[in-house]
């Protein structure tokens, strides 16, 4: 009785086994279904276990998309369109001939002769290796029993058809099938609701990831928290059962690009963060080229693949090739940055890694893994995609505000400098000014120990320096110099008179003789 979508598999391995066990001599059979309205194919195949042809074999070596059912075994291709399959996209030596359309309603089965070459095809090598985790070699021996000459028949019903191949054709033999056929069009019903219900349930386990993420985006306060989101695409997106190594988004334009991403720390230690963030500085398209040297054909591939408004690119990468690139990559953000841009070291596997750029408005979303996506992940990935790209939106708005609001408070420091200026008594004032200017650029974020003020006279070649510096008593010490001003609890200023000639502050021989000329 089918409970989930995955018990179809199991149908089509009982109608293998029941063919066989009803004198069908055939190697191998084909059920494949028509979901027409929404052009999907799912397509099954059934066949004989390895170790029934004496191959040193165990069902432990297969993959997870395979059921068993004592020596006989059935898995499910990916779907495709019907126009996929129409064309033979999955042919596998002549087990799938194309059908007559003009006869698959009226349920007559169609015959054609073919031809299985002795050394079978790549594509059926593929799948033996793909499915069953059979080495090139172990393969070969599954192949002399299924060359020459075949009957290939498929045997229509309403909802597909099931495909045969017998060394002589019996029409006796289609009607056992046409019979099993009308068994298996019930369980394609309960099938396709049990999919459908599987895909309401992961659109709606979809939707609440992304509206996540849109969440966080919607309660960004501060332009810094964007890598807080892109964190969070990291985690809703991994959080849907997707494999991968790491998640990193990119903003383009055709100067440059900066790039934000997140990956899970594995490790027991209390002290190190669960999270390693990525945050690349700005970097210019021509200077990402050159850093990353003879590689630079992954940055080529993945920018032309954007100039001509692909939705995605898949970039298939060594472990050498992967690891160098990540390094030449990190040395560069790094070097632009003038710090570690990322705390976490690259594993050192040696499996190839797969890179999905896939494209939205203002940049891509990368996601790195050790295998390829699937289309529907793809999907998916692309609509994290979309919700980052209307993130970056949000962070465009922020940044135009917190540079309005930088500009105003540079221009209120400027004034408070400026009346400083104009409140001038005496020269003695200008220590006054000096902290002031002091104190205003150390509140605009400008991290400076000391502001000197200079002041030349060309004519005699004297000048004057006031000076603003941190006030020691911070440091726990006691200024003892009787000419120092203590300006605030943060500042102190003294005056320096420097005569042509002596070295002094910040100003020398050298910067007063270029202050004459």
């Not at 009957?151 to 045969?164: D, E, K, L």
């Amino acid at each position: 009785e089918m409970r989930v979508t995955d018990d179809l598999r199991q149908v089509v391995a009982v109608v293998f086994r029941e063919m066989v066990d009803l004198g069908i001599e055939t190697t191998s059979a084909t059920i494949t279904f028509f979901d027409r309205p929404v052009d999907s194919v799912f397509h099954y195949v059934a066949n004989f276990c390895p170790n029934h042809a004496d191959v040193d074999w165990s069902p432990d070596r297969a993959s997870g998309e395979v059921v068993f059912l004592g020596d006989v075994y059935a898995v499910g291709l990916p779907t495709m369109t019907q126009a996929d399959f129409l064309r033979g996209a999955n042919a596998l030596d002549g087990q799938i001939v194309l059908p007559d359309l003009a006869t698959w309603d009226v349920g007559i089965p169609q015959t054609f002769e073919t031809n299985t070459v002795p050394g079978g095809s790549s594509r059926t090598l593929e799948f033996l290796g793909l499915y069953l985790g059979l080495t090139e070699a172990e393969s070969r021996m599954l192949l002399p029993p299924l060359a020459g000459r075949w009957s290939v028949t498929n045997v229509p019903f309403r909802s597909g058809m099931i495909g045969y191949r017998e060394r002589q054709h019996s029409p006796e033999h289609d009607e056992i099938v046409a019979e099993l056929a009308r068994g298996i069009e019930l369980g394609f019903v309960r099938f396709l609701d049990f999919r459908r219900l599987k895909q309401q349930n992961r659109e709606l386990t979809v939707q609440n990831a992304l509206e996540r993420v849109r969440a966080r985006a919607l309660t960004m306060r501060e332009t810094e928290e964007i890598l807080e989101v892109a964190s969070a695409v990291y985690q809703e997106f991994e959080g849907l059962g997707h494999e991968i190594g790491f998640a990193g988004v990119g903003i383009f334009d055709r100067n440059g690009f900066e790039y934000w991403g997140a990956k899970k720390v594995d490790t027991d230690e209390a002290d190190r963060p669960e999270w390693g963030f990525l945050a690349g500085p700005w970097v210019s398209l021509e200077r990402w080229r050159q850093a990353l040297g003879p590689l630079n054909w992954i940055s080529d591939l993945q920018l032309d693949a954007r100039d001509r408004g692909l939705p995605h690119c898949i970039v298939r990468l060594s472990a050498a090739d992967n690891r160098e690139s990540l390094r030449r990559s990190l040395a560069l953000w790094e070097e632009e940055a003038g710090r570690r841009v990322i705390d976490y070291s690259f594993s050192e596997g040696d499996e190839d890694t797969y890179r999905h750029v896939v494209f939205h408005a203002h940049g891509h979303l990368q996601v790195i893994a050790n295998s390829e996506l699937s289309e529907d992940a793809l999907s998916e990935a692309s609509r994290f995609a979309e919700v980052f790209g209307f993130a970056y939106s949000r962070f465009l708005e922020l940044k135009a505000a917190e540079d309005s609001a930088r500009r105003r408070a540079i221009e209120a420091a400027a004034e408070r400098v400026r009346a400083a200026a104009m409140a001038m008594n005496s020269p003695d004032d200008l220590r006054d000014v000096a902290g002031m200017l002091f104190t205003e650029a150390r509140s605009l974020g400008i991290d400076t120990p000391q502001v000197c003020i200079n002041f030349l006279d060309p004519t005699s070649g004297q000048w004057q320096s006031f000076n603003t510096n941190l006030n020691p008593r911070n440091y726990g010490l006691e200024p003892t110099a009787a000419d120092i001003y203590e300006y605030s609890e943060e500042a102190i200023t003294y005056v320096r008179d420097v005569g042509e000639g002596r070295g002094g502050g910040s100003v020398g021989r050298r910067e007063l003789e270029r202050l004459k000329r």
